[in-house]
């Protein structure tokens, strides 16, 4: 009988975290953003049937990245549970950081249960409130740990980069057109530093609108819309170079201008000069020409 190859424990964890990342990191990523009236989700998805972003409840929605039939079997386990929670107690006793602790108690036994794989998906709860410092934004690794988020998240693909650049130019106050723009920049950049181009046809764009008179505040963008705000920032954009060159000519006018005006004022000084010099050789010549006479004057008489 052959003896079993032992595996220490942290080894075996090691393992199956290095496994479940891999995972995570195939699939395309998922940025949140807060922005002044609520938060923002945008997924790099070109497909219209599979969502990552998605409704839980009122105030709470859904992002995942991953496996997508594992993290689709969570959100209905979540939606199913805020249901029973809010008929139970109260609506308003439905947030995101229950449903947060259900999906880590979850993702935690999976993850330590040597019975089966890791699950291959990295979740984001997020809930607005009735102002900016009442959001919460909750992420969820595949271990189950709980990571408390501000102002902006990403997951899945290119993570570490995402994020990175996003805490550079993230600022409180934006916009829904600019946190939206961030969001697509973020995501079009290459871990080789190079940028792509993603239009509406490749985004899913999702948000919690605080502003909206619904008791549900989850909203999709959609068609038109979408194409309307990523064409409004695209053409700012594009219009601040054109008013740096007509800045730039309007300054080469006025410097020649300038010029025109000056060459003008020295010819008029080089005419003033000339016309001084003609005044006084004529004093010489009338002041010769009456000497003369007056000499002659004095030899008549004489």
């Not at 309307?228 to 410097?255: I, M, N, Q, T």
Request: proline share 3%; net charge negative.
């Amino acid at each position: 009988m052959s003896t079993p190859f032992y595996v220490s424990p942290q080894q075996a964890m090691a393992d199956r975290a290095e496994y479940a990342r891999k995972g995570i990191a195939r699939g395309r990523s998922v940025v949140v953003l807060q922005y002044t009236d609520g938060v923002v989700f945008v997924a790099e998805n070109p497909s219209r049937a599979l969502h990552k972003v998605s409704e839980i409840y009122d105030r709470i929605a859904f992002a995942a990245v991953g496996k997508y039939n594992e993290f689709e079997n969570l959100r209905i386990g979540g939606v199913r549970y805020a249901d029973l929670r809010g008929y139970t107690y109260d609506r308003e006793d439905v947030t995101a950081r229950g449903l947060a602790n259900v999906y880590a108690q979850t993702l935690g036994t999976i993850f330590s249960s040597a019975a089966e794989k890791p699950y291959e998906v990295e979740l984001i709860v997020a809930e607005v409130g009735n102002a900016p410092e009442d959001d919460q934004i909750y992420r969820l690794p595949h271990d189950g740990s709980i990571v408390d988020e501000h102002g902006s998240v990403a997951v899945g693909g290119n993570a570490d980069q995402i994020s990175s650049y996003l805490d550079q130019h993230h600022r409180e106050g934006m916009t829904l057109g600019e946190a939206l723009k961030l969001a697509v920049e973020s995501l079009s950049r290459d871990t080789n530093g190079g940028e792509r181009t993603l239009t509406a046809e490749h985004l899913e764009v999702a948000t919690l609108d605080r502003t909206r008179p619904q008791q549900r505040k989850f909203k999709r963008i959609l068609g038109r819309q979408l194409s309307r705000l990523l064409d409004e920032h695209s053409g700012a954009e594009a219009e601040k170079p054109a008013e740096g060159a007509a800045g730039d000519a309007g300054s080469a006018e006025e410097s020649a201008g300038a010029g025109e005006s000056a060459g003008k004022g020295k010819g008029a000084n080089g005419k003033g000069a000339n016309g001084k010099g003609g005044s006084g050789a004529s004093d010489k010549e009338a002041s010769g020409s009456a000497g003369s006479s007056e000499g002659s004057e004095e030899s008549s008489e004489e």
